[in-house]
T-cell receptor, first 115, second 114 residues
Framework: DADVTQTPRNRITKTGKRIMLECSQTKGHDRMYWYRQDPGLGLRLIYYSFDVKDINKGEISDGYSVSRQAQAKFSLSLESAIPNQTALYFC??????????????FGPGTRLTVL | AQSVTQLGSHVSVSEGALVLLRCNYSSSVPPYLFWYVQYPNQGLQLLLKYTSAATLVKGINDFEAEFKKSETSFHLTKPSAHMSDAAEYFCAVKWGGSQGNLIFGKGTKLSVKP
């Protein structure tokens, strides 16, 4: 089984709809991240969480919110989706206790299309 | 602001030829450095990472990268390209110790011609 799972893997929605993307991990890592990938732009950080009680905005947090329900679960919500949020979304995890470099490990991604 | 630059959004090589993907970063402060690979329709997979133990880092699938502090570079190489190496490659840099975040380059798409 994969260490970092994301659901759904693909989602098509309409402008104005609320949508939630979920991430679960079995790695036991304390840190979790949400990124979006757009062609030619690389990955940009949306939100990150260093533990259950710690949530931080990343580079592009506007229009998004997150919830860290447990150490293993980190959800990303789009309160009112808009077409320019169409992108590939990745969840990642890391753990400073086991990796001095805080190496991040990525899920398979969720392809979101907003019509 | 700190940045990561990958020269060439697309690189094409012939099978068996040398692969060279370039990465430069903006600050001379020693960071942690990573290369990730993304195969079509998949997530990012760690290829290798620099942790200050050695300037030449070996990764999976015969890839390696050399940290050159004076040039603020961390170029990725492979002696002989294989068709299965066709993918997008991302350089990423982490500054700021335990509180810093990973900054990604925009990626380089590698094509391998038969």
């Amino acid at each position: 089984d994969a260490d970092v799972t994301q659901t759904p893997r693909n989602r098509i929605t309409k402008t104005g709809k609320r949508i939630m993307l979920e991430c679960s991990q079995t790695k036991g890592h304390d840190r979790m991240y949400w990124y979006r990938q757009d062609p030619g732009l690389g990955l940009r950080l949306i939100y990150y969480s260093f533990d259950v009680k710690d949530i931080n905005k990343g580079e592009i947090s506007d229009g998004y919110s997150v919830s860290r329900q447990a150490q293993a679960k980190f959800s990303l919500s789009l309160e009112s989706a808009i077409p320019n949020q169409t992108a590939l979304y990745f969840c990642a995890t890391s753990d400073l206790r086991t990796s001095g470099t805080d190496t991040q490990y990525f899920g398979p991604g969720t392809r979101l299309t907003v019509l | 602001a700190q940045s990561v630059t990958q020269l060439g959004s697309h690189v094409s090589v012939s099978e068996g030829a040398l692969v060279l993907l370039r990465c430069n970063y903006s600050s001379s402060v020693p960071p942690y450095l990573f290369w990730y690979v993304q195969y079509p329709n998949q997530g990012l997979q760690l290829l290798l990472k620099y942790t200050s133990a050695a300037t030449l880092v070996k990764g999976i699938n015969d890839f390696e990268a050399e940290f050159k502090k004076s040039e603020t570079s961390f170029h990725l190489t492979k002696p002989s390209a294989h068709m299965s190496d066709a993918a997008e490659y991302f350089c990423a840099v982490k500054w700021g110790g335990s509180q810093g975040n990973l900054i990604f380059g925009k990626g380089t798409k590698l094509s391998v011609k038969p």
